[in-house]
T-cell receptor, first 112, second 111 residues
Framework: GAGVSQSPRYKVTKRGQDVALRCDPISGHVSLYWYRQALGQGPEFLTYFNYEAQQDKSGLPNDRFSAERPEGSISTLTIQRTEQRDSAMYRC??????????FGSGTRLTVV | GESVGLHLPTLSVQEGDNSIINCAYSNSASDYFIWYKQESGKGPQFIIDIRSNMDKRQGQRVTVLLNKTVKHLSLQIAATQPGDSAVYFCAENKDTDKLIFGTGTRLQVFP
């Protein structure tokens, strides 16, 4: 597609349930990033991939969070046993350091 | 949509004036810098970038200045328009390392 696509656009889940957030990057983009953004704050780094390799996951808050990009294209961010504090906008970006990074519209996660 | 920039520094300018938004970055080894614009309810939008081997780069109505000595980045917007109202973030990156965002600034343009 022409841009970075994220799904679902909105997700409401009950506390304790697992959720999977999907990111479909721009075709051919090597790098893929996951960020979390709370209201009134800048994007907070979670993890990133070059191709299928997870380069840095230091931003993942705890071991309930995981991400994968098995074929170097689509990525999934999984949150297990969700908690209310996980509620946020989750954003994906793809690109290369020579051309900036393009963000998707994000997934608004609400844990009730 | 969500509201971005509820607790961020705010710069208020009159339509037609020039705006200067500043950013201090953290890693002296960073070699690539990007300015993003984020409107309410939308994701960050790429504006302009600059590499560390440059100290100035110009785009359409925007100029980015880089001062590596003091780790400072600025975004200048000429003839600011109402459509420029948004939150602006700088971001830094080293090689293929992670892209880290700085604290944003909300730009308000009034008639």
């Amino acid at each position: 597609g022409a841009g970075v696509s994220q799904s679902p656009r909105y997700k409401v889940t009950k506390r304790g349930q697992d959720v999977a957030l999907r990111c479909d990057p721009i075709s051919g983009h090597v790098s893929l990033y996951w960020y979390r953004q709370a209201l009134g704050q800048g994007p907070e780094f979670l993890t990133y991939f070059n191709y299928e390799a997870q380069q840095d996951k230091s931003g993942l808050p705890n071991d309930r969070f995981s991400a994968e990009r098995p074929e170097g294209s689509i990525s999934t961010l999984t949150i297990q046993r969700t908690e209310q504090r996980d509620s946020a906008m989750y954003r994906c970006a793809s690109g290369a350091s020579t051309e900036g990074y393009t963000f998707g519209s994000g997934t608004r996660l609400t844990v009730v | 949509g969500e509201s971005v920039g509820l607790h961020l520094p705010t710069l208020s300018v009159q339509e037609g004036d020039n705006s200067i938004i500043n950013c201090a970055y953290s890693n002296s080894a960073s070699d690539y810098f990007i300015w993003y614009k984020q409107e309410s309810g939308k994701g960050p939008q790429f504006i302009i970038d600059i590499r560390s081997n440059m100290d100035k780069r110009q785009g359409q109505r925007v100029t980015v200045l880089l001062n590596k000595t003091v780790k400072h980045l600025s975004l200048q917007i000429a003839a600011t328009q109402p459509g420029d109202s948004a939150v602006y973030f700088c971001a830094e990156n080293k090689d293929t390392d992670k892209l880290i965002f700085g604290t944003g600034t909300r730009l308000q343009v009034f008639p």
